[in-house]
T-cell receptor, first 112, second 117 residues
Framework: NAGVTQTPKFQVLKTGQSMTLQCAQD?????MSWYRQDPGMGLRLIHY???????DQGEVPNGYNVSRSTTEDFPLRLLSAAPSQTSVYFC???????????FGAGSRLTVL | AQKITQTQPGMFVQEKEAVTLDCTYD???????LFWYKQPSSGEMIFLIY??????QNATEGRYSLNFQKARKSANLVISASQLGDSAMYFC??????????????FGAGTRLFVKA
């Protein structure tokens, strides 16, 4: 039981490059979400999903795409990275009927 | 719109003393949940305590208690007998109550706690 696995842990991109942050969970959690953490701003919700095939926008969705083709995976795509997307990204999941989020270890992204 | 406000960017507390971290929230939902998470310097997010909006008793978990004042929309975290290992960033969070909203969880900006020996 690996919990919530995020890859990569660290990534450096150049402006305009694209990449995908991966989030995988083996707990059969229906709810999955992506946050970004920036100094002084806490964690801000980017996108979330309540099940396979269903996604919705959070507080700061611009510049990010998501899809949910399986229960296990919820990738976050940056189509054209910008320096403003330099941040630490967390994936968080929640079991059906539960309240508490389970977090991945985070992915630190730097866009030059 | 849902909102969480933490007005204390940083706090200092002497070891073995109690400390209160403030959190206020705004929601139009009748059913919601309030949380506190701890983030040590290693970066992981650690769940501390949960309070449901219909819970009449304040939640407690060991040295942590949540001072829930519904009318004032506040959910302050009280840490008793502070320890050096309590030095960390603390986030207040709220899960909204509507299925149409996906029961999503939003976070405050955080309070960094420093425990002095």
């Amino acid at each position: 039981n690996a919990g919530v696995t995020q890859t990569p842990k660290f990534q450096v991109l150049k402006t305009g490059q694209s990449m995908t942050l991966q989030c995988a969970q083996d707990m059969n959690h229906e709810y999955m979400s992506w946050y970004r953490q920036d100094p002084g701003m806490g964690l801000r919700l980017i996108h979330y999903s309540v099940g396979a095939g269903i996604t919705d926008q959070g507080e700061v969705p611009n510049g990010y795409n998501v899809s949910r083709s399986t229960t296990e995976d919820f990738p976050l795509r940056l189509l054209s990275a910008a320096p403003s997307q330099t941040s630490v990204y967390f994936c968080a999941t929640r079991a059906p009927g539960a309240n508490v989020l389970t977090f991945g270890a985070g992915s630190r992204l730097t866009v030059l | 719109a849902q909102k969480i406000t933490q007005t204390q960017p940083g706090m200092f507390v002497q070891e073995k003393e109690a400390v209160t971290l403030d959190c206020t929230y705004d929601t139009s939902d009748q059913s919601y949940g309030l949380f506190w998470y701890k983030q040590p310097s290693s970066g992981e997010m650690i769940f501390l305590i949960y309070q449901g909006s219909y819970d009449e008793q304040n939640a407690t978990e060991g040295r942590y208690s949540l001072n829930f004042q519904k009318a004032r929309k506040s959910a302050n975290l009280v840490i008793s007998a502070s320890q050096l290992g309590d030095s960390a960033m603390y986030f207040c969070a709220m899960r909204e109550g509507s299925r149409s909203g996906g029961f999503k969880t939003i976070f405050g900006a955080g309070t960094r706690l420093f425990v002095k020996a």
